[in-house]
């Protein structure tokens, strides 16, 4: 079976099991690791692997091809993206600095950059300027560096911002979950319509379920598709974004889902949906 998810310590962890051959009865795995904004495109391609990690952004696009899958994904609280500025010039708190300015964001159809944009809308008068298609992790080096003036960030970035001299501006998880009382939906995990979609969602809880009660047995696999980070940042990694939703959805996850989906419909920002077609 064809699958796609990022090289971050979350999915890594998560699929560790599956990927190696622990779980019976689970097909053996043909992965392809790739960064959030390709496995958003591979899953708009007709051609695309069967099961694939993309944003809950992304969902509007392929949800007559793919199922959401009630497990594996990245959903929770304190888990946000994080807009950053250079240095300690610009007040965190203090987002209509961002009007007319140039914005790198690791993808238009990233839940990530749909969270700005929804953000931006009550809190930047006039709008931001210019925005830049970077993978994640040239972003902080693009703020660094001044090619933009400030940056969208996810992943790992929560923890390591301040080695690049950054400051954090805003904080859209704790903004969402302020403003919604819900959970931030961040990656979702989604099969082809025409698998075994009770199936599939077992064998990723049992990979889950896995990698919690033998935490040890990931970590090699986890850091050497993670070379960039050290193992606790790995660790802080995991325990943040692996929790209660990753195992299952819940009526709060689909809550969340279906009130993301539904405000950013509302300002034309992504076809509506039927909340049906999530379950």
Request: hydrophobic letters at 45%.
């Amino acid at each position: 079976m064809k699958i796609a998810f990022s090289p971050c310590p979350n999915d890594t962890f998560i699929f560790h099991a599956w990927v190696h051959g622990l779980i019976p009865g689970a097909p053996k795995l043909d992965v392809t690791y790739a960064d959030i904004d390709i496995t958003n495109s591979l899953a708009a391609d007709c051609n695309g692997p069967e099961v694939l990690k993309v944003s809950y952004a992304a969902l509007p696009w392929v949800l007559s091809e793919y199922a959401l899958l009630p497990c594996g994904g990245a959903l929770g609280r304190g888990c946000g993206p994080l807009v950053l500025v250079p240095g300690r010039a610009v007040a965190a708190g203090k987002p209509a600095v961002l009007a007319g300015k140039r914005v790198a964001v690791p993808g238009e159809r990233s839940t990530a950059y749909l969270l700005f944009r929804l953000w931006a809308d009550q809190n930047v008068p006039g709008g931001v300027g210019d925005i830049v298609i970077l993978p994640f992790y040239e972003i902080m080096p693009a703020v660094r560096g001044g090619l933009v003036d400030a940056g969208l960030v996810i992943h790992e970035a929560r923890f390591t911002y301040p080695y690049y001299g950054l400051t954090m501006l805003a904080d859209l998880g704790s903004w969402w979950e302020s403003d919604t009382n819900l959970p931030i939906p961040l990656g979702a995990i989604i099969a082809r319509r025409s698998l075994d979609l009770t199936a599939v969602a077992e064998w990723i809880r049992a990979s889950v379920r896995y990698a919690r009660v033998h935490p040890e047995t990931s970590q090699e696999y986890v850091l050497s598709h993670a070379q960039e980070l050290s193992p606790d940042v790995a660790k802080a990694h995991i325990n943040l974004y692996v929790n209660e939703f990753t195992e299952n959805l819940g009526d709060t996850g689909y809550n969340a889902v279906n009130t993301l989906l539904g405000r950013a419909a509302r300002a034309g920002l992504v076809p509506g949906i039927d909340s049906a077609a999530l379950t």
